[in-house]
């Protein structure tokens, strides 16, 4: 637990000393929101106000955004050799990469409060009672959880820095065919169909149902049984390819 916290205060020092991807976790989804709601917001129906519509989606985006550079940490860290040196001490090795995903999940606490606050002053006017904002921060959570062991396994998979930079590709570009800026059911056939059978469809669907204090329906749950699927598969393969490195 010791060895855990120790290394949860390293990863957050270097997230603080690395600025440069510390604004882009914020500024990007912030820069993506301006744009959706002032440039595209009047081009698109989404069956009423759009901001409404589209801040879950951007801070769906948000979390993957910020969980994607745990990623590009855990491969530093693997390609310079520290974790040879770390390996000699009396620690558990799992203690390095929980200390990185529970950092990541704090700077993503950090960086999805800094856009919802922005999402706010542009209009977004959230319905929720507490407990359905309870159950939208349960979600959320336990997505930043699952995003962040996926992320550390693709460091630990990836053989260089920028292998492992292919992550923040990944997570950028999956909202986009799904639907968390357009209504699924808007896109041609094909697209329509990945949309609605991709994870996160029901996360963005579930957080703005919560939010709006529109119906949840079945996507609440179909959204927490993905984001258990992450934990536990980020979290085995990261944990076995650790070993195995």
């Known amino acids: 637990m010791t060895a855990s916290l120790t290394f949860v205060?390293?990863?957050l020092r270097h997230s603080v000393r690395s600025v440069d991807a510390l604004l882009t976790a914020i500024l990007l989804p912030v820069a993506i929101l301006l744009m959706f709601v002032y440039v595209f917001g009047g081009a698109i129906d989404a069956?009423?106000?759009?901001?409404?519509?589209?801040?879950?989606?951007?801070?769906?985006?948000?979390?993957?955004?910020?969980?994607?550079?745990?990623?590009v940490a855990v491969a530093m860290d693997m390609t310079t050799g520290v974790i040879d040196r770390f390996r000699t001490l009396p620690i558990a090795g799992g203690a390095v990469l929980t200390g990185h995903v529970a950092a990541s999940v704090a700077r993503n606490v950090v960086s999805?409060?800094?856009?919802?606050?922005?999402?706010?002053?542009?209009g977004f006017r959230?319905?929720?009672?507490?407990?359905?904002w309870l159950a939208a921060a349960a979600l959320l959570l336990a997505l930043m959880v699952a995003i962040s062991w996926v992320a550390a396994a693709f460091g630990l998979l990836?053989?260089?820095?920028?292998?492992?930079?292919?992550m923040t590709f990944i997570a950028a570009f999956a909202p986009y065919v799904s639907s968390a800026f357009v209504p699924?059911?808007?896109?041609?056939?094909?697209?329509s169909w990945i949309a609605e059978h991709q994870p996160v469809t029901p996360?963005?669907?579930?957080?703005?149902?919560?939010?709006?204090?529109t119906p949840v329906g079945d996507s609440l749950w179909i959204a927490f049984a993905?984001?258990?699927v992450g934990i536990v598969a980020g979290r085995v393969a990261a944990a076995h390819l650790f070993r195995q490195s």
Do not use: H, Q
Not at 126 to 132: I, K, N, S, T
Not at 203 to 213: K, N, Q
């Open 184 to 191: 699924a059911d808007s896109m041609p056939a094909g697209l």
């Open 126 to 132: 959230p319905e929720a009672d507490p407990l359905r």
């Open 112 to 122: 999805t409060s800094l856009v919802l606050a922005v999402a706010l002053v542009v």
């Open 9 to 11: 205060g390293r990863s």
């Open 203 to 213: 996360i963005v669907d579930s957080v703005r149902a919560l939010t709006m204090g």
């Open 226 to 228: 993905w984001c258990a």
């Open 158 to 166: 990836a053989k260089t820095v920028e292998g492992a930079n292919a």
């Open 47 to 71: 069956g009423g106000r759009y901001v409404d519509y589209v801040v879950p989606g951007i801070i769906v985006l948000c979390v993957g955004f910020g969980a994607a550079s745990t990623a």
